[in-house]
């Protein structure tokens, strides 16, 4: 399901990735130097750094510093500031501590191709160095020496705990079940893409217009990959996604897939209730998801943000760094992984 994307072929050809290579560099190896220059246990920092090997799509500081540079060269400047960069930094950060959290939290097997970080060590030791990652990552946020920038980026961290908290308990009025979903998923994935590009764009000292804009950009881009990523949950092979297909089903999470599926089969709701722990459910939820028109609402549903987020890039000064925001839309609607 291609977006029509607006603008000439030449739109097309331009890699977003390509475009920010240099400034993605060595931005792993900087990570890692942050990490293990700040502390003198040598375990930790084989733990704290065992996500930060390139391996991932760097995708938040690659949308980071592309809204920098589009802020940028929309206020006349081709300078990628060093504040800016330390929050593409500061975003894959924050992004790994989560995942720490998260692996510990859903007893992960694995992640990215390879052994999760809780399978090597304790969970209490896995726990400890996310919680490790975020206090760096506080340290870098406060040498920025922006109070603004500062309230920004803690929030994403006040949103992630939120979200997960949300996603421990249910709703169990079905007309509360998607407004819920939405909350959790903004909560939990779009508040790091949206609110990193708000700070990138705080910092190059524009109007609260044009920060809006970076803000909302990088909430509908969020949104809309979260919402592939559910979708790919029950399409894509465990190979392509790095973990088991199903794997919400088995941690007895509904997401848009499972609630679009509900309004063709009622029979979802006692199983979302009980969170398909009965013998069964997430093979027959996973069946009725996929007899149902719930992957295709998902998808139709993840286009729609995608589309207002070209919108919203369309808006900005024309550069090679704008027409990248409209691919990378692109990009995360049609990945396969």
């Known amino acids: 399901m291609q977006t029509q994307l607006p603008g ?41 750094t065992y996500y930060m090997d390139g391996q991932g799509k760097a995708l938040r500081p690659m949308l ?8 940028n060269y929309h206020k006349g400047s081709d300078v990628l500031s060093y504040s800016q960069r330390r929050i593409a930094m500061i975003s894959e950060m924050i992004h790994v ?26 969970q209490k030791k896995v726990a400890m160095a996310g919680d490790y990652i975020l206090a760096v990552a506080g340290t870098m946020l406060a040498r920025i020496q922006n109070d603004d920038v500062t309230i920004v980026i803690n929030q994403i961290i006040t949103d992630l705990v939120q979200g997960e908290f949300m996603q421990l308990g249910s709703k169990e009025t079905e007309n509360e079940r998607f407004a819920h979903y939405f909350t959790k998923t903004y909560l939990k994935t779009a508040s790091l893409m949206a609110n990193c590009s708000k700070a990138v764009a705080t910092l190059a000292e524009v109007d609260d217009r044009m920060v809006e804009m970076a803000y909302q950009y990088g909430r509908n881009v969020g949104l809309a990959f979260q919402l592939v990523d559910d979708f790919l949950d029950f399409v894509a092979s465990s190979e392509a996604i790095g973990k088991p297909a ?92």
């Open 64 to 71: 980071s510093i592309l809204m920098a540079r589009v802020i």
């Open 8 to 48: 000439s072929l030449s739109d097309y050809q331009i890699d977003p990735y390509r475009l920010v290579e240099d400034d993605l560099k060595y931005l792993f190896e900087n990570i890692q130097e942050e990490l293990i220059n700040a502390t003198t246990q040598k375990e930790l920092q084989p733990i704290a």
């Open 97 to 122: 501590a989560s995942l720490l959290h998260d692996d510990v939290i859903d007893q992960s097997d694995s992640r990215r191709g390879k052994p999760s970080v809780n399978i090597i060590w304790s």
């Open 246 to 337: 199903g794997a919400d089903l088995k941690l007895g999470l509904a997401t848009a897939p499972v609630l679009f599926a509900c309004e063709q089969y009622p029979e979802l709701n006692a199983m979302i209730m009980r969170r398909f722990q009965e013998p069964g459910d997430v093979e027959k939820a996973f069946d009725l998801v996929h007899k149902s028109n719930g992957l295709q609402q998902t998808k139709f549903m993840a286009k729609k943000h995608c589309v207002e987020a070209i919108r919203i890039a369309q808006s900005f000064a024309k550069s090679p760094y704008q027409k990248a925001l409209t691919v990378l839309a692109d990009l995360v609607l049609n990945r396969m992984k």
